[in-house]
């Protein structure tokens, strides 16, 4: 089969030769029709992720069909030629609020998605959304379990509540938006671009503010009759302090990502004054998967695809993800 592969930092992902898996006992071979990127690909290229182990197949994300079953499969597993989605990661283990220490993402050191078989055990596969591709399909795993968790998991949003996502255009932020229109919730966004803006406002958002305004926070508390009761974010940095000023009296803040960096000069007395709660969020559990599928499929809920480019350019594909140029998941197809 083929797989595109990173043998080293720095250097261009290539399409190689290599063996297909065979299920082991209890494991499922998918063959994998699309694959989606996420910033994560890009930070092992670079060498900015931690506990690299390189050559390894990129990808955490994948939608296909079932077609093998190892030995001792469960009797409740997908049938062959099932369509499947991949739950993307290993071992998060038995504690809903955080991960085991042996918790991986799928994509590196095990391997990922960007081929055209995985092999995975049972526990890991479920159902694709009957009314999704496998282009937008595979376009939702990592993305939308990651939003899923930040906001209904860790800040509980509820209906009516008044919510602010901010760097809209990303594959978890534009889900993120989704899920809590859909919920109810009243939703705005920032970015640094007039066009994603717009195209956020399709998706159910109320409206949104360029961060790179000048007094951005009054201006958009004022549009949005008021400031947040839920803040999801994830670039923290300098500009998470404020973030302190946009939300309401015990509202949470939730962040998922790091991407400006640490956070310099926290004022303590904005967080206790305010009776704020913030709150770290990371990928998610097992069953935050089943929940956040179980929301795709009762909204019918579509993630949004930027751009589909073949197996064989995956290494364009990287690049345009690098760039920040998307709007919603950038997505390889096999075959």
């Known amino acids: 089969m083929q797989a595109l592969q990173l043998d080293a930092i720095h250097q261009p992902a290539a399409v190689r030769d290599v063996p297909t898996p065979t299920p082991g006992p209890g494991e499922i071979l998918v063959r994998l029709h699309a694959a989606a990127l996420n ?29 093998a079953h190892g030995p001792s499969v469960p009797a409740d597993a997908p049938a062959l030629g099932a369509r499947v989605l991949i739950y993307p990661g290993l071992r998060w283990g038995h504690n809903p609020k ?18 055209d078989y995985i ?21 939702l795993p990592l993305g939308g379990l990651t939003a899923y968790r930040a906001a209904f998991s860790r800040a509980q949003v509820q209906a009516g509540e008044r919510v602010l996502v901010t760097g809209v255009g990303g594959g978890v932020a534009l889900l993120a938006a989704q899920f809590c229109a859909a919920r109810g919730a009243e939703v705005w966004v920032t970015s640094s671009s007039d066009d994603k803006l717009a195209r956020a406002q399709v998706l ?32 923290a940095g300098p500009a998470f302090n404020a973030l302190l000023d946009a939300a309401a009296p015990g509202g949470r803040i939730v962040f998922y990502g790091g991407t400006l960096g640490a956070i310099p000069d926290l004022p303590p007395a904005k967080i206790f004054w305010k009776q704020l709660s913030v709150l770290g969020s990371t990928m998610g559990s097992p069953q935050d998967f089943d929940d956040m599928l179980a929301l795709v499929t009762e909204k019918q809920l579509v993630p949004v695809v930027d751009e589909v480019f073949p197996l064989a ?12 140029a998307q709007f919603g998941k950038i997505v390889l197809q096999m075959g």
């Open 204 to 235: 159910g958002v109320k409206g949104g503010i360029k961060y790179t305004d000048d007094n951005w926070v009054k201006t958009l508390v004022q549009q949005a009759g008021g400031p947040f009761d839920v803040i999801i974010d994830s670039a």
């Open 313 to 324: 350019e995956g290494e364009a594909a990287l690049r345009r993800m690098d760039a920040g």
């Open 98 to 115: 955080a991960q085991a220490k042996d918790f991986v993402v799928l994509g590196m050191p095990d391997p990922g998605t960007f081929a």
């Open 39 to 67: 910033h994560r690909d890009v930070w092992i290229q670079k060498g900015q992720y931690g506990g690299i182990k390189l050559p390894c197949t990129l990808g955490a994300d994948g939608a296909g069909e079932v077609a």
């Open 119 to 139: 092999a995975l055990p049972a526990e890991y596969i479920r159902p694709l959304p009957g009314h999704l591709s496998y282009e937008q399909g595979a376009a």
